[in-house]
């Protein structure tokens, strides 16, 4: 028999298997179906937050605020001071007037808040972009220290900071889903486990007459293999189309918001589909795996 | 050609299937083993169909010595051993074609030789005409010929049958011996474990005999009373049993 044949055979096999204890087949493939949707939404997210961190990264502006009571000119003097730094690319000067007008803009609800107000409402400042290739980290912090001890220097606020939270925060989430993912695989490697023990159970006697006319352990366990691969496969394919009807209904729902356009703003990469297609029959593969092994390869008992 | 070169299989240290085995089988002969239950007989075939593995000894199986055969060289060797059972081990829900081709379907028989090679087979055993059927359909004799045709579908070298009579009636037990007898004349080596003397035919056969894992006995039945030396457990065969043991005579 050729290695063609043998896969044909053992597809079929399988498929007769799955078809025969249909019910206990359905099980594993949900198993794993839920187990890959939780991890997958876990790596949506992850996935999300890492590409929004990344976005901002790159914009990513060191505010210096000016205080209330600085001189006239103390603007123009810190700009001037700041772009010649060589690794400044961009110095912006944001009077109070024009933070008051983008504040309006980014809040129209609140835009009644400085109605009342006499004087200046918010404090100018000077947006400051910067490559952050061309500058050391502790270069950067330092001279944000420098800055912020001048005395018409009310506040430096870098970027960075909040940044690194975020990074925090998906790393967290990373961890929770590989934690989760890695549990709930488990049970579903158990699961399409036991389901394919029953499978061998239910052919013992087939599987003996087999191995007592001469068929090699490759070909006896070859559909039970490709069965529990099998059940991974439709498990990934059923967490997939899960994952992608659940993005679909959060999106159209949950878009305007910030929430929903930072955390489910793009679907899984065909690269991710592939990786959790991959994981959900592997998953299946060991499960059959680790029910073969307990067959001894004897014969009739 | 089978050879056992003091064999023995023991369960535990009390429990001695096989103590200390020879005996040779040339190629082409039939032979009855025979003894009560209990004797070994079924653990002597398993060893050479390699379903276990002798604690002592050695056995050549066409040459080869199947005790130290590699576990992947197994079902080589098997594919040269037809094994037919008391109790058939047929495949209920398949049919008599798919319970007689496993084997060609083993070796990569499309389904025109699979079905030409079972059709032949079956016509040697009588049911060509029930390949369509289900073995819950057949009598216990016609599902035994099924098992028997399952055993020899490749032509094998040898062909072992564990008490293959044991479920059937006299008559039918007597149809079953003369199908072994049938593919002995073709070349093949038969060996037939019973415990039932009535089945051995009554002259021209070789007996080996086991009792409490033991060769007793190494016999060559030559006259028309010796089977009921056999068949009496008291009486002891008269004839040839002088033989030493693990000769050909």
Request: aromatic share 8%; charged share 25%.
């Amino acid at each position: 028999m050729t290695l063609l044949q043998a896969l044909a055979f053992f597809l079929r096999e399988a498929l007769v298997s799955i078809r025969r204890s249909f019910k206990i087949s359905l099980l594993a493939v949900v198993t794993i179906a839920v187990s890959l949707f939780v991890g997958g939404i876990f790596l949506l997210l992850t996935r999300n937050l890492n590409r929004i961190v990344m976005e901002w990264r790159g914009e990513a502006r060191v505010v210096v605020y000016l205080a209330q009571d600085a001189p006239e000119g103390e603007a123009e003097r810190l700009a001037g001071e700041i772009r010649r730094l060589a690794w400044v690319s961009e110095v912006e000067e944001i009077t109070s007037g024009e933070a008051e007008r983008r504040f309006t803009e980014a809040f129209p609800s609140l835009g009644g808040l400085f109605s009342d107000w006499e004087g200046p409402t918010l404090p100018s400042s000077l947006e400051v972009a910067y490559d952050a290739e061309a500058v050391d980290p502790r270069e950067l912090s330092a001279w944000q220290g420098e800055l912020a001890r001048d005395p018409a220097v009310a506040l430096v606020d870098d970027d960075r900071e909040w940044l690194r939270q975020i990074e925090r925060l998906v790393a967290l989430l990373r961890g929770i889903g590989l934690l989760l993912g890695a549990v709930l695989l488990s049970a579903a490697v158990f699961t399409i486990a036991s389901v394919v023990r029953l499978t061998v159970y239910l052919y013992r006697e087939e599987i003996a007459v087999l191995r007592l006319v001469g068929a090699t352990e490759f070909f006896i366990r070859g559909p039970f293999l490709v069965e529990g691969l099998l059940q991974g496969l439709l498990g990934s394919l059923l967490a997939a189309a899960g994952l992608f009807l659940s993005f679909r209904l959060i999106a159209s729902q949950a878009l305007p918001s910030i929430f929903g356009s930072v955390l489910f703003d793009r679907f899984l990469s065909p690269g991710d589909l592939l990786l959790v297609g991959v994981v959900g029959s592997l998953a299946g593969l060991l499960g059959s795996i680790l029910s073969l092994r307990r067959d001894d390869g004897s014969l009739f008992n | 050609m089978i050879q056992f070169f003091s064999v023995s299989r023991r369960y535990t240290a009390r429990r001695v299937a096989l103590d200390r085995v020879s005996f040779e089988i040339p190629r082409g002969q039939f032979v009855f083993l025979r003894g009560p239950s209990g004797a070994g007989k079924t653990t002597l075939l398993k060893l050479i169909y390699c379903d276990e593995v002798p604690d002592e000894g050695r056995i050549l199986v066409n040459g080869r010595n199947v005790a130290a055969l590699p576990k992947g060289k197994i079902p080589y060797l098997r594919r040269t051993i037809g094994v037919v059972f008391q109790d058939f081990h047929l495949i209920q829900r398949k049919t008599i074609f798919e319970n007689v081709s496993y084997l060609p379907r083993i070796l990569g028989a499309n389904a025109r030789e699979q079905r030409r090679l079972a059709y032949r087979t079956l016509s040697q055993v009588g049911l060509a005409h029930r390949m369509s059927s289900f073995p819950a359909e057949l009598s216990g004799g016609e599902q035994q010929r099924v098992a028997i045709a399952r055993a020899i579908i490749n032509e094998p070298e040898i062909l072992l049958a564990d008490e293959p009579t044991g479920n059937l009636d006299p008559s039918l037990s007597r149809e079953i011996v003369q199908l072994f007898v049938d593919i002995n004349r073709r070349g093949t080596t038969v060996l037939v474990a019973t415990h039932d003397p009535t089945i051995i035919p009554r002259s021209g056969n070789r007996v080996l005999v086991l009792e409490h894992g033991r060769l007793v006995r190494d016999l060559i039945l030559r006259g028309a009373d010796e089977p009921r030396g056999l068949r009496g457990d008291r009486q002891v065969p008269r004839v040839d049993d002088t033989l030493p043991l693990g000769r050909n005579p």
